[in-house]
C-alpha cells in the first residue's frame, strides 16, 4: 500500500501550527545548538572557511583553493579528539529531536528536553550509526546503487531504537529492512519533493521552518508505515525525563 505523500506533509504543517511548545521553537534551539557545536569544532581544527571565497572557487573551478585549505588542516590530536566529541554530540542531539518529532506526531508529551533525551540511550545510538555507516559503506564498495539502496533499507532503524531502546542496534537494522521492503522508492520520491525547501534552507533562519517542517513528515511517515504494517504503537511515550509542556 503506497502512503499518501501529500497527506503526510499536510499533517506535518498541522502540527507545526498547533503543536506547544512550538516545533519552530524547538527547532530554533536545536539549529542554535548544532551551530554552536560546529562553529567549537571549526575552531578546534583550526581551519577558517570564508564562505565568499569557497563559493567563488566552488564555482570557477579554483582547485588551489582547496588544496591550500587542506593543507592548513593540521589540528593536534586533543583537538581532533575534541572535534570528534562535538560530532557525536550532533548526532545524539539529532536522535532527540527525532524522538522530539515521534512524540508530537503521537500527541504524547513532548518538549525542549526531547533534544538531550538521546543522551540517554548514548551508546546505542552510536553503536546504531556505526553500523549503518559500516553497512552502508561496505554495500558501496559494490557500486554506489547498492550503497543508495542499503541507505533506504536502514532509514526506520534510529524510529525503532526510540521506540524500543531495550533492542541492540543491529535488531533495529533488521527490523528497519523488514520495514523498508516494497517503500525504498516511495521514500525516494519523499526525499525528493523536499528538494526545494532544502535549497531555500540555505537561507538564513530558513533551516528553522525546514527542519520541523522534514522531521515531522519523516515521523509520521514512519508512524503510518509501522501502522499500516501492524506494529502495535507504544502506549506511553517512548523515553521520558526530558519532555516539559
Known amino acids: 500500500m503506497e502512503l499518501n505523500r501529500a497527506a503526510m506533509k499536510g499533517e506535518a504543517k498541522q502540527l507545526i501550527g498547533h503543536a506547544s511548545p512550538s516545533p519552530i521553537l524547538v527547532g ?7 551551530y ?17 571565497d569557497y563559493y567563488n572557487a566552488l564555482s570557477t573551478g579554483d582547485y588551489a583553493y582547496f588544496q591550500n585549505l587542506l593543507a592548513s588542516y593540521h589540528p593536534g590530536a586533543g583537538a581532533e579528539a575534541l572535534d570528534l566529541a562535538i560530532r557525536i554530540m550532533l548526532l545524539i542531539l539529532s536522535a532527540g529531536f527525532a524522538l522530539y518529532s515521534l512524540n508530537v506526531v503521537r500527541h504524547y508529551s513532548a518538549g ?21 555507516g559500516i553497512y552502508i559503506f561496505l554495500w558501496t564498495l559494490l557500486l554506489v546503487v547498492p550503497g543508495i539502496i542499503a541507505a533506504y533499507r536502514y532509514r526506520m ?23 523498508m ?8 520520491v519523499l526525499d525528493l519533493s523536499f528538494l526545494g525547501w532544502y535549497i531555500l534552507a540555505m537561507v538564513p533562519f530558513v533551516t528553522v521552518w525546514v527542519t520541523p517542517y522534514t522531521q515531522l513528515t519523516y515521523a509520521v511517515y514512519y508512524d503510518t508505515l509501522r501502522a499500516n ?6 502506549e506511553e511515550p ?3 525525563g526530558g519532555a516539559t509542556k
Open 238 to 240: 517512548p523515553m521520558e
Open 28 to 34: 530554533l534551539a536545536f539549529a542554535l545548538i548544532a
Open 181 to 188: 521492503a516494497g517503500h525504498k522508492g516511495e521514500l525516494f
Open 157 to 179: 532503524a534510529l524510529y525503532l531504537l526510540l521506540d524500543h531502546p531495550e533492542w541492540s542496534p543491529n535488531q533495529c537494522i533488521g527490523e528497519s529492512k523488514r520495514m
Open 36 to 52: 554552536v557545536l560546529n562553529y567549537l569544532s571549526t575552531r578546534l581544527v583550526g581551519v577558517q572557511v570564508n564562505p565568499d
Open 229 to 234: 504494517l501492524g506494529y502495535a504503537q507504544p
Open 112 to 132: 525542549f528536553g526531547n533534544l538531550f533525551d538521546g543522551f540517554g540511550i548514548f551508546f546505542r545510538v552510536l553503536w546504531l550509526m556505526v553500523l549503518m
